[in-house]
């Protein structure tokens, strides 16, 4: 059985960081792709950062400069570093394992954490 577990979540001012992690069990996170989601209530889901197998990362236009994907296999954890952080980051954040298309689209399989809320506010 397949369990992700996001932590690091929390209440934090405009202009400050977090750090997400999550680790997981049931599944081994080396030869996969990995992604971070976010999601409002009454909005989609939406990919904001992913990292291949092999360390490459991408992110939504959104957060590029400001977040960080890494990934340590040897503690099948991928973290999320935020930093600048505004209330328009404010979401449920999500982890998820997924793999990459030939054209370099990222696919999000059906494992899913419970998310850890993260909330940008003065």
């Known amino acids: 059985q397949v369990q992700l577990v996001e932590s690091g979540g929390g209440l934090v001012q405009p202009g400050g960081s977090l750090r997400l992690s999550c680790a997981a069990s049931?599944?081994?996170?080396?030869?996969?792709?990995l992604g971070w989601y976010r999601q409002a209530p009454g909005k989609e889901r939406e990919l904001v950062a992913r990292i291949t197998s092999g360390g490459n990362t991408n992110y939504a236009d959104s957060v590029v400069g400001r977040f960080t994907i890494s990934r340590d296999n040897a503690k099948n954890t991928v973290y999320l570093q935020m930093n600048t952080l505004k209330p328009e980051d404010t979401d449920v954040y999500y982890c998820n394992v997924g793999r990459l298309t030939s054209d370099d689209r990222y696919i999000p399989r059906d494992y899913w954490g419970q998310g850890t809320q993260v909330t940008v506010s003065s």
């Open positions: 049931g599944i081994s996170f080396r030869n996969n792709a």
